[in-house]
Nanobody, 122 residues
Framework: LQLVESGGGLVQRGGSLRLSCAGF????????IGWFRQVPGKVRESVAC????????YYAHSVKGRFTISRDNAKNTVYLQMNSLNDEDTADYYC????????????????WGQGTQVTVSS
């Protein structure tokens, strides 16, 4: 399974972006999917995830109410809709896939994308 992220870029504070994570060589609906972000020199942070069994979604406290993870099985793609962006959201964003008992707060994913950069400007 290969994951390819897209949709990053430069956005003004308060704006929105939608990140995409497309799967190739496998069906994303068979996996738990997580979104992570990392600022250079800092620890990678778990942002949001979705369980494949029941579609349950989970979010970090810092993004809850602003970010939404969703899945389009027909396109074999998972999205991260990011609204009300602020300076603290500036980071490289990664999606990951794995078959896990629990999707949040773990990095035990088997497959990772290459990342897409998000920069929030003031």
């Amino acid at each position: 399974l290969q994951l390819v992220e897209s949709g990053g870029g430069l956005v003004q504070r308060g704006g929105s972006l939608r990140l995409s994570c497309a799967g190739f060589g496998g069906t994303l609906d068979n996996f738990e999917i997580g979104w992570f972000r990392q600022v250079p020199g800092k620890v990678r942070e778990s942002v949001a995830c979705m369980m494949h069994s029941d579609g349950a979604t989970y979010y970090a406290h810092s993004v809850k109410g602003r970010f939404t993870i969703s899945r389009d099985n027909a396109k074999n793609t998972v999205y991260l809709q990011m609204n009300s962006l602020n300076d603290e959201d500036t980071a490289d964003y990664y999606c990951a896939a794995g078959q896990l008992y629990w999707c949040m707060g773990t990095e035990e994913y088997d497959y990772w994308g290459q990342g897409t950069q998000v920069t929030v400007s003031s």
